[in-house]
């Protein structure tokens, strides 16, 4: 039998690269889709040398044309398609005054426009194979609850589970899911990156500009990309075909419901 096939934006680093090294361990073929050649093919590498199949496919998630061209160019490589993650995003630190209108517009273009993008070419690509499929949108804990310096980033995660909500509902009949996941505080570039310049805004070290963040996860400890892979493994596979439009937290216990 042929492999299922997934497709993961922001694969490159951090959590999507562990997202994809997951899925490849859990039986998928996987393009690796993700704006910076290097890092992409540098993980296609990895996982193909690893025992498993992957391509690399260039693309901005923020632009539309590209989304369909990479999912196009995906389905001629392998054939099939059945997981679409829409991972990428950026996480800038924005104080409320400091915002400007083209950093409004790259937030909100990487990270809302892109979901958008990638769950049409998605739905799109499964209408022409025959089959349902599954969509998995990332969002986070400040997705949940705004958190302090991050009113652009906070907004857009928002945004996201407001757009899983609304897609699952209008793709259920075509049998696709759309479901989001929500990570706490995790060990990636873009996490050191949001704490280093809280601590610098404030006059502090890094440590305590993680620690700003981290200080009410109940398991005690920060995730790895790992921690969020499982879950995500979980919304990609078979035993969560009963679940749509949900919002899975993978935070260690930092939101509660
Ligand atoms: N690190 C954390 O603590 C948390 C991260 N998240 C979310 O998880 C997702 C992944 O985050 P991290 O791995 O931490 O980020 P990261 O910054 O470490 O990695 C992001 C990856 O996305 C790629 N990328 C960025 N812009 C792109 C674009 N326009 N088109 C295609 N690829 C692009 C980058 O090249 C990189 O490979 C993001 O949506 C983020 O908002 C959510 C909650 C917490
Ligand atoms: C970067 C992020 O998603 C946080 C702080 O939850």
Known sequence: MSKKVAFVTGSGQGIGKAIAQRLSKDGFAIAIANLTEEKGKKVADEINNDGGEAIFVQVDVSDRDQMFNAMNETVKHFGDLNVVVNNAGVGPTTPIDTITPDQFDFVYKTNVSSVIWG???????????????????????????????????????????????????????????????????????????????????????????????????????????????????????????????????????????
């Open 119 to 257: 769950t049409q070419a998605a739905k799109q690509q499964f209408e022409k194979l025959g089959h349902g499929g599954k969509i998995i949108n990332a969002t986070s804990q400040a997705g949940v609850v705004g958190n302090p310096n991050l009113a652009l980033y906070s907004g857009s995660k928002f945004a996201i589970r407001g757009i899983t909500q609304s897609t699952a509902r209008d793709l259920a009949p075509l049998d696709i899911t759309v479901n989001a996941f929500a990570p706490g505080i995790v060990k990636t570039p873009m996490m050191m990156d949001i704490a280093h310049q809280v601590a610098q805004n404030a006059n502090k070290d890094d440590e305590w500009g993680m620690k700003t963040f981290s200080k009410d996860i109940a398991l005690g400890r920060l995730a790895e990309s790992s921690d969020i892979a499982n879950g995500v493994a979980f919304l990609a596979g078979k035993d969560s075909d009963y679940i749509t439009g949900q919002t899975l937290e993978l935070d260690g216990g930092m939101q509660f419901h």
